[in-house]
């Protein structure tokens, strides 16, 4: 991540904020998810069933790909936060669509660009931060987002 002074950071909208690394969702992974929000529908968990149905296998929980976007905030080189930051937290979306399933051992990445930024008091910043994450080698992204990050310093 980049530190940027606080009278720079409006200079840094409409500007690609870098991509992630990539990272595999392998079924072990999707299991572990399913147990943790008890939701164990048979296309996520049972790899016979899921078979048989267009996907051809079991595929990621669309909220699990959602959940993993401060993981990957945090191997984005060019992910920009305000200098002398205090404490940064998830202050919801604006806007989430999942657009393609993920399927059992794929590769995804997250591709970010600040789309707006709010002082919305002295030392504190609402960011408006568009995302794409990408599914390698497909040419539809998992999922879109406009995620609103608070930032204070």
């Known amino acids: 991540m980049k530190t940027v002074n606080a009278e720079e950071l409006a200079s840094f909208v409409g500007q690609p904020m870098g991509q992630s690394d990539w990272f595999q969702i392998d079924q072990e992974r999707i ?5 943790a929000t008890l939701d164990h ?7 016979e069933k899921a078979k048989l149905t267009p996907f051809g296998g079991t595929i990621a ?3 699990l790909t959602l959940s993993l976007l401060p993981y990957f905030q ?7 936060v305000p200098a002398g930051l205090k404490m940064g ?3 919801g979306f604006d806007k989430i669509r999942f657009l393609a399933p993920v399927k059992v051992d794929s590769r995804v990445r ?3 660009t600040l789309k707006e930024m709010t002082e919305k008091k002295a030392g504190q910043f609402l960011f408006n931060v568009e995302l794409s994450v990408e599914i390698e080698g497909e040419e539809k992204p998992a999922l879109i987002a406009d995620w609103l990050l608070m930032y204070f310093i």
């Open 89 to 91: 937290m998830n202050y």
């Open 74 to 80: 945090t191997t984005m080189a060019d992910m920009i």
């Open 31 to 35: 299991n572990s998810f399913a147990d």
């Open 61 to 63: 929980h669309g909220f």
């Open 41 to 47: 529908q048979f296309i996520h968990v049972d790899a």
């Open 110 to 112: 997250c591709v970010a």
